[in-house]
């Protein structure tokens, strides 16, 4: 059973980003295949597209947890669809089943699922993304990353749950 | 039917909290009621509790969206139990079942829970909670007050959907 | 908070109806509301909207569980919307929130209700729904009823937890 | 992406079960491998394992949609664990990831899933699980099968969405 082995990573991101978020997405996908993960997302488009299609064009493995009633809402680079019904809820399993997340850029779903990682224990790498203070002191839970492959890096050693 | 006129408001926070947050919560929920609103919450313990508390205290209605599988799991001051069996996703409930949202301190749980108001355009009134920022940018998504009146007030004037 | 006190019973059945199912639903509603029950709902039409309807007619208080993301969506009887945005997710709360069931009529969204309730031990009583079978054995676990006040007075009575 | 274009099948049925089931759900696993479909299950014991044994005895891809918070709570025969914390609520999804279910004796649980799935229009053999009707009239909608050859043969020529 070489997949369960594996590291699950989930990659957060807007369902529509710019040509540097997509280019940024799409090196971190290749990056986590080269290094044999196994590529967790929303399964739409934007961010999740991006990481996927560089999963893939690296061979990797590519799960889209799916927020509506259909297989095909699935971008073409998704090779495991998990179809919820469930909306937005459908966050959750995202960052669940994963055991780090790599979240770039990315609006409120994004900080939903930032949100119910950090509440999980499961560590969050951000790349551009939201940052986080509480009663004006700085929170320090999300792990900044410079580059795709230091957060891909980050990511793999955070994975040990 | 009355009680649909009447505005819903969430109550959101941390399930532990200090004296203050408590003190805080009870009288946001003792305003909510005497302003006629309906209060949601996810009907555990610490800011749910002390705000369940003040809005039965000034014969308000309460709504505790629980994450268990019994109804025995909510606090004594919730009046309406809704029973999930949904964990932590129930958190999109209770943001989704209001028309805004009060955030008192709390924690990642409650982070998520901002992260879904904003994300389906419900307002979110700031008492000493999370500060947002992304890519550098402060955020001003999440609206701040300096106590449970001027909450509430905000609350009740931005609940318009 | 005599709210908590009060039993909470499930009506479910088709979001479309016959006339006879409509009447026979408003009736369980009347029925629950006289005898001080709240009725939980998945707060649509047809049997759904006959039993709030019902209800309310006689002063009951109603909640209706909503698959989608507004609380616009709830039949003109709802009092307390619970919006979910859960789709279909959403009939595992209505019965999860409720002590007994009463299924009339409905179809295969109506039989996954009743798997839930069963699966929980919810008692389920049936006015013209589903029978079920096992490897051929009868299986009694619907309890029938022959009319609404039948269906509502077992409800009540096995409504214990 | 030839993980797309093969076909998803679910099984369905008891955490825990009888010797003779478990034989049946693992010929079920190695025929559907042996066909190439990636099979779909809840992820626990009983049926689910005995499904997932057999699948992966043939190289087939397993992937378990898990009631819980953690990834460990999958049987060893699991190569891709859905997190999802919903509890039950988890089943709707093994459904909707399917293409056409295939249902072994089972309980309530079983039930649940069998609802949600003719809801959702998707074929359900069964191999000595539920039999429904309706208001006295037999329903046909679960499609019997003999044994797990044919159980699997109806199921992908049904898998059609």
Redesign the interface.
């Known amino acids: 059973?070489?997949?369960?082995k594996r590291k699950?990573i989930a990659v957060i991101g807007g369902s529509q980003c710019s040509p540097e978020e997509s280019k940024l997405a799409e090196a971190v996908g290749r990056e986590l295949a080269r290094r044999g993960a196994?590529l967790v997302c929303g399964g739409l488009g934007g961010v999740m597209k991006a990481a996927c299609k560089g999963a893939?064009s690296e061979g990797g493995?590519t799960?889209g947890?799916l927020p509506g009633?259909?297989?095909r809402q699935?971008n073409?680079?998704?090779?495991?669809?998990?179809?919820?019904?469930?909306?937005?809820?459908r966050n959750?399993?995202v960052v669940?089943?994963a055991q780090a997340v790599i979240a770039i850029?990315g609006?409120?779903?994004?900080?939903?699922?930032?949100?119910?990682a950090?509440?999980?224990n499961i560590p969050v790498i951000g790349l551009?993304?939201?940052?986080?203070?509480?009663?004006?002191q700085p929170?320090d839970?999300i792990i900044p990353a410079e580059n795709a492959t230091e957060a891909v890096e980050k990511a793999l050693d955070l994975a040990t749950n």
Not at 1 to 4: A, E, I, L, R, S
Request: proline share 5%; aromatic share 8%; charged share 15%.
């Open positions: 059973m070489p997949q369960k699950f196994v893939t493995l799960i947890v009633d259909s297989r699935a073409p680079y998704v090779q495991i669809p998990i179809v919820t019904g469930l909306g937005y809820a959750i399993i669940k089943s850029d609006s409120y779903g994004t900080l939903s699922e930032i949100g119910h950090l509440q999980d551009g993304t939201w940052s986080l203070s509480r009663n004006g929170g839970s």
